[in-house]
């Protein structure tokens, strides 16, 4: 019996033994394995070296930025200072004069202006369609006579009593009628006027805006005084507010719409309200388009958001107003109103 127990127990002990060295060895050769692969992916990835600074780029990156030191800053800085971009050392770091150096590079090429120079910057950068700088000079101020400045109208400065245009015609005796739908049959402005309006509007054609409506052009004072009189009844009888008002009272709202006569620059002949019908002007092609180009034409646009507390009127994208190429390209370049042009022209001759 005991010699029974013992081989028993011999038998447990020698089958525990197998169990322990066949896991040890299933898991030492598993450890190995382990061991062989991340040598060979150690061979392969690089040691990770210490990220840089996010402000840093590294040298071999794409994209230059500030913060950037490296030597295809150093290229970078040399190729804007040839084409007249940049005007600081050449010095490899990439601070405010290289970035305001990339934003002209930017802008003067139809690049997003963000200063970064990344792939698409760097390529025009280094491409053929490069340019140099185009300098835009400052606007010179128009050597004129004093009678050749365009007449100003506005709610401080009315138009006299008996003023007429001297060469009024019908619009639609000089404007091709493809060019644009007027209004009015009948409606009259001044030639100089409509000869200008019949250029702008081949030009708006060529560029495929073919939809134009000529909604005003020349007022006479008996038409401007009726048009107030009628704003200001309308304000009166409560029609517009639901609230009856004193004439006083009626009076001061109505000038905020309509400008009372003598004010009005219809009066001159020289403006028109442009309009494409069943559309707000404001956000038609047609406006952007205007907007842009008028001045090429001799128009401005008279009544231009930022200078309500200037010109006394709320923005009016339609209503554009005659006063004659240099003086329009002057008060484009220089981004001035009306009545800030003749302030200008004023102190010259002081
Ligand atoms: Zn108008």
Redesign the pocket.
Known sequence: MKNKQISLFSAILLIAIIVILAVSTVFLMQTDKINKQYEVEKAITPTPSLAPPQLYAKATEPLLRMGSISNEVKDLQQKLKDLGYYDGDIDGQFGSGTKNAVILFQKQHELTADGLAGKSTLNMLYSEKAHKIVVTPEPILPDVKKEELPMLVNRTTPIADNYAPDDLITISSLLDEKLAIIKDEGEKASKVAVVALSEMLKAAHADGLTTWQIS?GYRTMEEQKELFEKRKAEYESGEETGNNMSAEEATKNATKDVAPPNT???QTGL???ITVPGKSFADTKQAKWLSKNCWEYGFII?YQLGKEHITGFNP?P??IRYVGKQHSIFMRDADIALEEYLQLQQNKAN
């Open positions: 005003e009005s620059e219809h403006a028109f309200d008279r009016e339609w209503h």
